[in-house]
């Protein structure tokens, strides 16, 4: 009895576990390749790499299997849509080191991030993690291609019952030079870029909010060392999703970027010597969600407390489970 009992609950979790899968594939929409998660046999998030993309990105799909994040080219591996350097949950600084500055956002003068290797997908019943190594280099923006920094960046991809897709972002970047992670905050740091769809139909529609309000400088531009998280709400074909970054309290943090055709994130500056690294931790949490109710992108009274308090409580547990040793 006690066997097949024991054969049981194996078969139990097996099947749990089988709920989540990864597979490698060419990439289906652009060059490349590309990590496919899958729960359910339904695509969930997509970590795109390889020959053809300058930069690695997570594209993360909706309720009904559509793209919800930005991927910047064609199939011929040409721009596409506005702002094409912009692709799903991604980073980048301009660095200034190896005797020049190096645009390591929009990687137009011969720069490029390169993933060196995957690690085997860590899959069990709750979800995924993928560890990939990517060096950040000068390419050709250089006489000589010069490794800047070498990044290890950790993706866990997790979804509940409610279509709540969340991805912890944890990366260490270690300095192979002295350098400075420069720029703005409008083209550095780490950032979500919602499908084009957005910036193409419904750029009028989008709303943020963020904890604490912080100082605002201009449009787009907040100015705080506190921020806990920033929202946006935006519409996909007839659905409303919301895409929300957490920042862990250990990271550095200056200034949120955003803009209403559906990209946001955090920015901070910081100088590393050779072999000084560089973590940071940082949680997305993207759901469905409801059309704002208080007119043209604009939430009501109702709906921004409710949104509000949801994230203050999420933030929370999220600085708890960081904390953790």
Known sequence: MKHILLAASLCVAQVLAADWATQSIDN????????????????????????????????VYGAQGELLTNGGLDKSGKDAGKFPHHRGIYIGWKITGAGGTYDLWHLHKGEVMTVKSIAPAKVDAQGVTLVATIEWRTGKAAKEDVLLLTETRTQRITQDAAGRTQVDFQTRLEAAVDLALGGDLQHAGCHFRAHNEVADQHAGKTVYLWEPAGKAEGSGKVVSSEFKWSQLRFPIGKNWYTATQYNAPANPVEELSWRDYGRFGFFFKRDLKKSESQSLAYRFVIEPSQAPAGGPNKLSDAQAAAARAQSNKAHQQFTTETARP
Request: no cysteine; aromatic share 6%.
């Open 28 to 59: 289906p929409d652009s060059p490349g390749k590309a990590v496919l998660i899958t729960k359910d046999g339904k695509p969930v998030a997509r970590f795109v790499h390889g020959d053809g993309q300058k930069k690695p990105f997570l594209h």
